[in-house]
């Protein structure tokens, strides 16, 4: 009887320490310390399995040479719920270094050379350009674009490759890839609500509005800028978006438009055509999506930037012409260069 019960003390004490070293309440796990980093640290490329769990990375980083020991980053990534965002992918680490170390290693943008970066407003030919140099080929991407699975009512990507950063590991497709956009996209709470919508505008037609408002304005203007569409929809006026011909032209940079361009022969053409183009013109942002759901109330019917960071909305339109005529002065003067 005394037996078992010196065995039943013994295996609680096991379970009792084994317990505090997962809190980091002591430390049985060998780990290097912090250092300063140099150019002559031998670094290398790891390669972290999509799902992986922190057992899994801590014995690929042990393995590589980068930590002392598999434990001591598992012990770490029990606490430190920064260890649930490391992405699948390629990653350079240094060697030799702490646990702590490899997780803000692990953490770094700047040390995934397969990172991908979508921006808010990009065109899905941008897109396509950033996968090319990715390194997939024309017919590859052109592949994957047909394979898509969109949401209802949508036959186009455009508007719906929702912009963040991506890490895939090595030999991820690019329909996989671009799948992932569109999830992304639907799994977002703005994104979401743009497709579960039930209002005067298909979400098809919310998504639009939401790419000019990305094309059109910022942070902190997307909600005027959706109202001022609103408002000119209301009243059939035509809404003569400088972005939408920007679109049609493929052309980023140049904030003058001229009179021939707006003559253009294009659906796209808001200078030509009324009402909305036929689908988004680029792929906005949850920003954007959430002040197109949700925008101010005004009476705006005219915006216009007159120099960097001073863009205007009015009712008018003589002062909207005032404004216009100091954009365009401040604009020769080369303000906007």
Known sequence: MKYRFLLALIAVGVFFLAFLSLRGEISTAPDYPDRVFSNSDVQVIIEIPSGASGVEIGRLLFKSGIIKSSDAFFRLAVGDERSQKIAPGSHRLTRSISAEQALNQLLDAQRMPS????????????????????????????????????????????????????????????????????????????????????????????????????????????????????????????????????????????????????????????????????????NPGAEAMAATLDPPQGDWLYFVTVAPGDTRFSASHEEFLVWKALYAKNRKAGAFN
């Open 115 to 282: 990172l991908l970066k979508i921006v808010e407003g990009e065109w899905k030919s941008e897109i396509i350009e950033s996968l090319r140099v990715y390194g997939f080929s024309i017919g590859e991407i052109s592949q994957a674009l047909k394979s898509l699975v969109l949401p209802k009512d949508f036959t186009n990507p455009e508007g719906l490759l929702f912009p963040a950063q991506y890490s895939f590991v090595t030999g991820t497709s690019a329909g996989v890839i671009l799948q992932s956009m569109i999830d992304r996209f639907v799994s977002e709470p703005s994104g979401r609500a743009i497709l579960e919508t039930n209002g005067p505008y298909s979400s098809k037609e919310l998504l639009t509005i939401a790419s000019m408002v990305q094309a059109e304005g910022d942070e902190s203007n997307f909600g005027k800028v959706a109202r001022v569409i609103f408002n000119r929809l209301i009243i059939s006026m035509p809404l003569q978006m400088d972005s939408t011909v920007h679109y049609i032209k493929g052309e980023r940079g140049n904030i003058f438009l001229s009179t021939q361009s707006t003559l253009i022969k294009s659906p796209y053409n808001t200078y030509k055509r009324y009402g909305l183009p036929p689908g988004p013109i680029s």
